[in-house]
């Protein structure tokens, strides 16, 4: 997507996932992102729960963890059948981030947000599987 450069919660989710442990032993990772689909009548949402599993506090930004009225960037990659389904959201210029956009994330303690998508990408009409 064209937007997924800027796109942090992309960028860490890509970074926790694929990061290239040189030991091959079990490590858990600092930050466990749960995600959950809900359809509501004819309204997709997302839960997503951030769990800070390492022993250092985490910020997160607010906007790219969905805790604002409404999603302001390209924070996914929705697909069908092989094909990117197109981000037709607001995007944001934003200006430097100051303390209070974050959220501190205290070492064992979660939190929990949710984001409406079906108002952001081209979804079809009709019955389809997406993977988000």
Known sequence: MKSLKGTALIMLIALLIGSGFTNHKKTKQPLHIQIKTILKARELWVNLTFSNQSKQPIYLNKLDIGMSPRLMN???????????????????????????????????????????LDQSYAFKPGKHRYII
Do not use: H
């Open 74 to 116: 390209n924070l996914f990659l929705v697909k069908e059948g092989g094909q990117e389904i197109a981000y037709t959201g607001v995007m944001v210029k934003r200006r430097t981030p100051t303390l209070e956009d974050f959220v501190l994330l205290e070492p064992g303690k979660s939190v929990k947000t949710s984001i409406r």
